[in-house]
């Protein structure tokens, strides 16, 4: 068997073994997930059984209440004094919740439409940026120190003066000096003896 064949089978292995490896990993997982899955419904089951029977305690809760009332009470007026009170609870909390949906509603949120309007401003200022510092060409740019010929039937155009003052860099931008200049943020630094 020569280099490249062992080389070739050493490969396959290797693939192979790989594959059988996430495989493996894989079927952990699954039932690593199904028995968290068990442990987790038969949690939630047991919340629900103790949700329902709450409920039943309340009802038995207000009963009590209402057979408490009718010692002092006709029995008949125990049971509407607590069918009313349980109204107000109901009231009181729809009155609340209403109230704060109200509230909600009526407050945008502060921080996104700000956002949005900092994140438009941006960009339609590098987009105008960039159509500034792109220039369409024509034709293909001439060697360095060739001046364009002109379309024939016209007069050279005359050269433009180099601007004055370059555009000021975007914030957060460190500013590039040009070669040949000094940069002013950064002090001249003397030779080491």
Request: hydrophobic fraction near 45%; avoid cysteine; charge should be positive.
């Amino acid at each position: 068997m020569g280099v490249r064949e062992r080389i070739t089978a050493s490969l396959t292995d290797i693939r192979t073994r790989g594959q059988k490896l996430v495989e493996l990993n894989v079927e952990l997982l699954k039932a690593e997930l199904k028995k968290k899955a068990q442990e987790y419904g038969g949690a939630i089951g047991m919340l629900v059984a103790a949700g329902l029977l709450s409920l039943y305690a309340l009802g038995f809760l207000l009963a009590t209440i209402a057979v408490a009332l009718a010692l002092f009470l006709p029995t008949w007026l125990a049971l509407l004094v607590v069918t009313l009170a349980l109204f107000l609870v109901i009231a009181i909390l729809v009155l609340a919740g209403r109230s704060k949906l109200q509230k909600l509603q009526a407050a945008p949120p502060p921080q996104a439409p700000a956002e949005a309007k900092i994140t438009i401003a941006t960009v339609k200022d590098g987009a105008a940026r960039t159509a500034k510092s792109v220039r369409p060409t024509k034709k293909a740019a001439p060697e360095l120190g060739e001046t364009p010929a002109p379309p024939a039937g016209e007069s050279p155009a005359p050269e433009a003066p180099a601007p004055s003052s370059p555009e000021p860099p975007a914030p957060g931008v460190p500013e590039v000096s040009q070669p040949g200049e000094k940069s002013p943020e950064t002090p001249p630094t003397e030779p080491r003896p």
